[in-house]
């Protein structure tokens, strides 16, 4: 029964891992192309698929620091997942349906409560983001600089991304898919038949 608990716990692991580094990549390798491009359809596909894969890396984060994430864990984990769906929708739309529409369509189209929903959903993300990493950092169990990457920088790419292409945008994206990457690759380490040296709720950097 052990074993098999730990085979179920090991895959979930693997899977949540396996889509952060994909949805890392799908967020950093694009990124790093606008710097020389600007924004593309080419750049613009894996952009909007990237929030769905990193659902099922949180969910993993989540079960992972749970049994030390407290009373506050089990908020931030929901919010944040929340937000990202929200977001992840928002994104979909920016860069598969907006991102093909002339300038004129898109001003007629972007009224009434679509900008207020739009806001509300990057700042349910953003507050998620925050709550989730100040849960990592006092959690220990990932390492410190993806925790606090999370907690700080995630927060602000949920407005930032918004703004015209530039170098700074480009390097913002690149930054958010390797936290996402750190992580998953932290994340792997901890699944059931890896040996651990140390304690088994801390992850080494």
């Not at 929030?51 to 890396?57: D, R």
């Not at 300038?103 to 207020?116: A, K, M, S």
Request: contains cysteine.
């Amino acid at each position: 029964m052990a074993s098999s608990a730990n085979s179920s716990i090991s895959s979930t692991f693997r899977a949540g891992s396996l889509c952060g580094a994909l949805s890392g990549l799908l967020i950093a390798l694009p990124g790093l192309v606008e710097a020389f491009t600007g924004e593309t359809s080419a750049t613009s596909v894996p952009l909007a698929l990237a929030p769905s894969f990193a659902l099922p890396l949180l969910t993993a984060l989540h079960l992972r620091q749970g049994p030390v994430a407290g009373s506050l864990g089990k908020i931030a984990a929901p919010v944040n997942l929340i937000g990202l769906g929200l977001f992840g929708g928002a994104a979909f739309a920016s860069n598969l349906v907006i991102f093909y529409l002339d300038e004129d369509v898109v001003d007629e189209t972007l009224t009434g409560p679509t900008i207020p929903a739009l806001i509300g959903s990057a700042a349910v993300f953003a507050v998620g983001c925050a709550l989730f990493g100040a849960v990592m950092i006092r959690a220990r169990v990932f390492p410190r600089v993806p925790s606090w990457g999370y907690a700080v920088v995630l927060p602000l790419f949920a407005f930032l991304t918004a703004l015209p292409d530039s170098l700074f945008t480009s390097g913002l994206h690149v930054l958010v898919g390797g936290i996402l990457m750190w992580l998953s690759a932290a994340l792997w380490r901890t699944a059931p038949g890896v040996e651990h040296t140390t304690d088994p709720n801390r992850i080494r950097v």
